[in-house]
């Protein structure tokens, strides 16, 4: 419009008398022809305005970090894929919707997706910004920034493209985006896949982003570190002991490990970057392997040649069946392997249920175990596969579902262990009384068994006794634990005369969010509250362990009682503040807090300790609640 002004007046000013209809005409046409220019101008900021009932624009402040796209996303599908981004802009497409019950997870689809959010920046600090796609199999994506100028920036990125086309090497795709301080900036997000459509995007700040990726990375190291151990355990277990059972389980524990490699796109940043082909097919191929695995070792482990003819047959089909599936993914379209691999899952994952069910039916007792076992390992595949369809919403239990469940098989498989051995040994029992009238080569062969049943029990007791140091609802360290690394942490510190100090922290309230949402929420939140406590006393070198119930304790090294409370307070400010999600619904969570510090010098035991920290939190909780308080006793 200023413009319009300065053109407006310069014609006037030329202007004379005699001249006045004409320089009138002249003035007109100049009016008309920016009116023309302003709207070609802005068409694409107005058209992308947001319709009456579409998301608002997502407003960035200096608080800001990390912010989360999805509640300011609308989509429009583009079906047969040939929209371009001015068709989109202009209205000549379809018009833009909301998220379908603001899910970002829309299923296997054909056709293009167009994602659109309108951005504020709040924060002239902070103007270059890092857009992540939180989902890494995405097959091409075109992403375009279009400022209030007219101005378009355009990247282009998926797994059709080469690993290093991305702005930062990371396993989800990612755009660098600036966002001028207090402009709209409209970003459009095509994406078109054969995989599943899920389009999590986020926008982070390059030291959050950064921060993001440390955790995320370490835990993934852990958990593959896991893997690894895993393997070459059960690896060394079969050279040894020639039994096949273990080597379908190493077969299959490498075959998951690929699956969930390449799922989580670690594949394409580490193993072919450079390779859409193998971006696209790895998936089907590994799903397909995993289950090749699955059926194999349950065959063995349940001895179904021997106690289920019929079930054993089924196997081996469903075995045939996934090999056949696995060869022809290297030549069937992603779109069509992809999910049909994935349905199979349902169908392998159902049917290992009814081989342990019938095993147990027949009397087989390893079988229950077993059957808990792989439940646990199975419900988590079944659940993120759930999320491919967009059958199940993307949470952290079910996007990490595969990781949970894998983690308890382990335990529990060493307990299906002790029920294999006690069986065997019932049977060896069996058979000494019976020796007399039998084979002397039947005894020594049950007692080979047996021997073979005693040398993995060892082995499983051993990662047993590993295993009981956690608690295992929250993953921190058990009560048991934490008194045995109590006493030689206040050895050291009095023998460095450095503070020690104890937190007794316990939830407020917390029956009610047991009595109104159920247990299972119950267990969320907790879990929820031991990840932030953790996560908060992770630079203090603290012990932390769940105490029992909704009560956690905490062992600060070096740490005098008003640095202790510090830290104290600093954790209910952060429970207060953030209410929990709990199976899709916030909760607000309130905390508790005693604090004690230990006298070095002091001859009292661990106990006593715990007993003066116990009876601050008793006047935390008499004395309102949601509050930090010290000893009275130093």
């Known amino acids: 419009m200023g413009a319009s002004r300065r053109h407006t007046g310069a014609v006037g000013s030329h202007s004379t008398p005699s001249q006045g209809t004409w320089g009138m005409g002249i003035r007109t046409q100049w009016i008309a022809m920016l009116v023309v220019l302003l709207l070609v101008v802005s068409a694409p900021l107005a058209t992308a305005i947001s319709a009456p009932g579409l998301p608002p624009p997502a407003v960035l402040d200096d608080n800001t970090a990390e912010y989360h796209l999805g509640p300011h996303v609308s989509f429009l599908h583009d079906r047969e894929g040939r929209h371009a981004l001015e068709d989109v802009m202009t209205g000549a497409a379809a018009g833009f919707a909301p998220l379908p019950g603001g899910s970002d997870a829309l299923g296997f689809q054909r056709g293009a997706f167009w994602f659109h959010a309108r951005v504020v920046n709040r924060a ?29 920036v355009r ?63 370490f ?8 893997l690894l151990a895993l393997f070459f355990y059960n690896l060394v277990l079969w050279l040894t002991t020639r039994d096949s059972s273990y080597f379908w389980y190493v077969f299959h524990l490498t075959a998951f490990g690929l699956v969930l490699f390449t799922l989580n796109g670690l594949g394409f940043e580490y193993l072919w970057p450079e390779s859409s082909w193998l971006a696209d ?15 194999q070792f349950a065959r063995k482990f349940l001895d179904l040649n021997n106690r289920w003819r019929f079930g054993d047959r089924v196997g081996l089909g469903l075995i045939a069946f996934f090999v056949l599936l696995g060869i022809a ?55 993120f596969a759930s999320v491919a369809f967009a059958l199940l919403p993307k949470t952290f239990v079910t996007e990490y579902g595969v990781q949970i469940g894998s983690a308890l098989e ?127 006393l992770r630079s203090h070198r603290a012990l932390l362990a769940r105490f029992g119930g909704e009560e956690f304790v905490a062992a600060l090294p070096g740490h005098d009682l008003d640095q202790a409370r510090i830290a104290a307070e600093k954790i209910r400010t952060r429970l207060e503040s953030n209410p929990c999600e709990t199976l899709g619904r916030p909760t607000r969570v309130t905390t508790s807090i005693g604090v004690h510090e230990i006298n070095p010098a002091a001859s009292g035991g661990i106990d006593s300790a715990i007993e003066y920290a116990d009876r601050a939190l008793y006047l935390a909780k008499s004395s309102g609640r949601n509050r930090v308080q010290t000893s009275a006793v130093s």
């Open 329 to 383: 993914s290297a030549f069937l379209p992603v779109r069509i392997s992809t999910p049909l691999a994935s349905a199979c899952v349902f169908i392998s994952v159902g049917w290992v249920a009814v081989e342990a069910i019938v095993a147990i039916r027949l009397g087989y007792a390893p079988a229950r175990i077993f059957l808990l076992a792989w439940a646990t390992f199975l419900v988590g595949t079944a659940m």
């Open 155 to 217: 990247h282009h990125g998926g797994d059709h493209q080469p690993f290093s086309a991305r702005s930062v090497r990371y396993r989800h795709p990612n755009f660098w985006v600036e966002l001028p301080a207090d402009e709209p900036v409209d970003l459009y997000v095509r994406v078109q896949s054969e995989s599943s459509m899920q389009v999590p995007l986020v926008l982070y700040t390059p030291t959050a982003f950064a921060e993001m990726t440390r955790d995320v990375q």
């Open 124 to 152: 002239p600090g902070q103007t270059r910004w890092l857009l992540v796609q939180q989902y890494p199999l995405s097959d091409d994506i075109r992403f375009h920034a279009v400022y209030r100028d007219g101005r378009i």
């Open 410 to 536: 382990m335990l529990l498989l060493s307990v299906a262990l002790g029920y294999r051995y006690a069986a065997l040994r019932n049977e060896n029992e069996r058979i000494v009384r019976d020796a007399k009238r039998q084979l002397e080569y039947q005894v020594a062969e049950r007692t080979r068994e047996l021997r073979e049943a005693l040398a993995q029990l060892g082995d499983a007791n051993a990662r047993l006794r590993e295993s009981n140091q956690r608690d295992a609802l929250t993953g921190l360290h058990n009560r048991r634990h934490f008194h045995e690394q109590l006493v030689p942490m206040l050895d050291q510190a009095r023998a460095n005369r450095q503070p020690l100090s104890l937190l007794m922290i316990d939830l407020d309230h917390f029956k009610e969010i047991n009595d109104r949402y159920g247990h299972l929420a119950g267990d969320a939140c907790l879990r929820w509250v031991a990840h932030a406590i953790g996560d908060e």
């Open 281 to 295: 097919k790895s998936v089907p191929l590994s799903i397909c392997l995993a289950q090749v695995g699955v059926q």
């Open 219 to 226: 835990g993934i190291g852990l958990y593959y570190g896991i």
